[in-house]
Nanobody, 123 residues
Framework: HVQLVESGGGSVQSGGSLKLSCVAS????????MGWFRQAPGKEREGNAA???????AYAVYVEGRFTISRDNAENTLYLQMDSLKPEDTAMYYC??????????????????WGRGTQVTVS
């Protein structure tokens, strides 16, 4: 079982930046595919960015060029740097882990473990 704890959310004005962090439990974090997802009220959960153990990265088209995903395997931590934030980025943001890591994907159903989320509000 993998535990994930997100932090770094908050309220920011349009055009601002936030950096989310996600700390994972376990000794095999470095082998996992990891991803950031978000869900706004009344909407489905959608993938923002994901990467595998070799840092092959996938971005959703609506965040590419504004968001940057990265990982620190020594600290078991996943990051999401979010720049040029827009009001439509307002959502609960979740970190997710896929221990199988067959390929980099933005499909929520491919991820087995989830954090509780951190709220991002852009006004």
């Amino acid at each position: 079982h993998v535990q994930l704890v997100e932090s770094g959310g908050g309220s920011v004005q349009s055009g601002g930046s936030l950096k989310l962090s996600c700390v994972a439990s376990g000794s095999r974090y470095h082998t996992y595919c990891m991803g950031w997802f978000r869900q706004a009220p009344g909407k489905e959960r959608e993938g923002n960015a994901a990467l595998d153990s070799d840092c092959t990265i996938a971005y959703a088209v609506y965040v590419e060029g504004r968001f940057t995903i990265s990982r620190d395997n020594a600290e078991n931590t996943l990051y999401l740097q979010m720049d040029s934030l827009k009001p439509e980025d307002t959502a609960m943001y979740y970190c997710a882990a896929d221990p199988r890591c067959w390929l980099v994907t933005l499909r929520a159903s491919d991820f087995a473990y989830w954090g509780r989320g951190t709220q991002v509000t852009v006004s």
